[in-house]
C-alpha cells in the first residue's frame, strides 16, 4: 500500500512504493482478473514455441549443402578479333570456342546433427560432376576450422568430376573450394550432384 503523509494538510499526500513486489501484485492480479492463468498462458506460449522449433523448424539431420558463391568468366573477349589468340597450355581456347571460368562455392552441413565419416556412401561419395568442359585446377580457399583445413581437400576425378572430401562436418561448419574450368558456351551453370551421404539429401 503506499505510504501517507498528512503533513496537516486536508488531504493527505500519498507515495506509492515501487519495487518487485509490484510487479508479482500485478501479475497475481491479472490472474484474479480473468478466468485463465496469466502465468500459465505464458508458458504455455513459451514451451509450445519450444516444441514447433523442435519439431517443425529445427532440421534434427545432417545436410550437406553446396552453394555457389561466384561464377565469373576469367576473359570476356566481345569482339570477334581474327589476329587476336588465346592460348592455354598451348592451345587456342579462342579459336576452339572455349572460356576459361573461376567458379568458388562453399560445401556446409545446414542440418541440426554432424555430419559422419560414417555416413558418406563408399560406393556413391558425393561428387560434382561438368555436364560439359572440364577441371584444369581445384583448391581450398577456406575452412572454419583447423580440422577441415588439413583435411578436406578436393580430389578429382579424371577431368570432369570433382569429388568431395569425406570428412567430419559438425553443424554450421564449412570449407570453400574454388575451380578453374574450361569450357564452351553455356547459360547457367555446368554442374550436376550425385552421391549419397545417410539422413540427408
Same mark, same amino acid.
Given at each position: #500500500? #503506499?505510504?501517507c503523509i498528512t503533513l496537516g494538510l486536508t488531504n493527505p499526500i500519498c507515495i506509492a512504493k515501487t519495487n518487485s513486489m509490484s510487479i508479482i501484485s500485478n501479475i497475481a492480479a491479472l490472474d484474479r482478473k480473468f478466468a485463465w492463468s496469466f502465468l500459465g498462458f505464458v508458458l504455455a506460449v513459451f514451451f509450445g514455441g519450444i516444441t514447433i522449433y523442435n519439431e517443425f523448424i529445427k532440421n534434427p539431420n545432417p545436410s550437406l549443402s553446396v552453394q555457389i558463391l561466384s561464377d565469373t568468366n576469367v576473359l570476356d573477349v566481345r569482339e570477334n578479333v581474327p589476329e587476336l589468340k588465346i592460348l592455354y597450355d598451348d592451345v587456342d581456347i579462342k579459336s576452339l570456342s572455349q572460356t576459361l571460368s573461376v567458379v568458388v562455392f562453399k560445401v556446409q552441413n545446414l542440418g541440426?546433427?554432424?555430419?559422419l565419416n560414417s555416413y558418406y556412401e563408399e560406393k556413391a561419395v558425393p561428387t560434382l560432376t561438368l555436364t560439359s568442359g572440364k577441371f584444369i585446377k581445384v583448391e581450398q580457399v577456406g575452412t572454419t576450422n583447423d580440422y577441415l583445413t588439413t583435411s578436406a581437400q578436393p580430389v578429382l576425378v579424371g577431368q570432369s568430376s570433382l569429388q568431395l572430401p569425406k570428412v567430419i562436418l559438425e553443424p554450421g561448419e564449412s570449407y570453400t573450394l574454388?575451380?578453374?574450368?574450361?569450357?564452351?558456351?553455356r547459360s547457367g551453370l555446368p554442374f550436376k550432384a550425385t552421391g549419397k551421404v545417410a539422413g540427408t539429401k
Open positions: #500500500p #503506499p505510504t541440426g546433427a554432424p555430419l574454388k575451380a578453374l574450368l574450361l569450357h564452351g558456351p
